[in-house]
């Protein structure tokens, strides 16, 4: 990274905590973790974005309700409702 700038995040403290704990369980830094997690989420977004902008909103709800048709009906265990 030859060209870099600092940037100054205001986040959670428990965030930190987990970005520490998994940052010291990779075995790298904090600096490190977070670049890899915002560049793979980025490519993914991105991806998606180029996805879907080819794609109409009432062809992708037909899609999804024809996978949602596709759920078999089941009974609800009384543990599981709302109920």
């Known amino acids: ?3 870099t700038n600092v940037l100054t ?3 959670p ?3 930190k905590r987990r ?3 998994q940052a010291k369980y990779q075995g790298t ?3 490190q973790l977070t670049y890899y997690l915002l560049t793979t989420q980025l490519e ?3 991806a998606l974005d ?3 902008s080819k794609k109409s909103i009432p062809d992708l709800k037909a899609k999804v309700k024809t996978i949602l048709d596709r759920i ?3 009974t609800v265990p009384a543990w599981d409702s709302n109920g």
Do not use: F, G, Q, Y
């Open 1 to 3: 990274m030859s060209n």
């Open 9 to 11: 995040l205001k986040i």
């Open 13 to 15: 403290m428990e965030l």
């Open 19 to 21: 970005l520490e704990r």
């Open 29 to 31: 830094s904090i600096n």
């Open 44 to 46: 993914t977004l991105a």
């Open 50 to 52: 180029s996805k879907l």
């Open 72 to 74: 078999p009906d089941r």
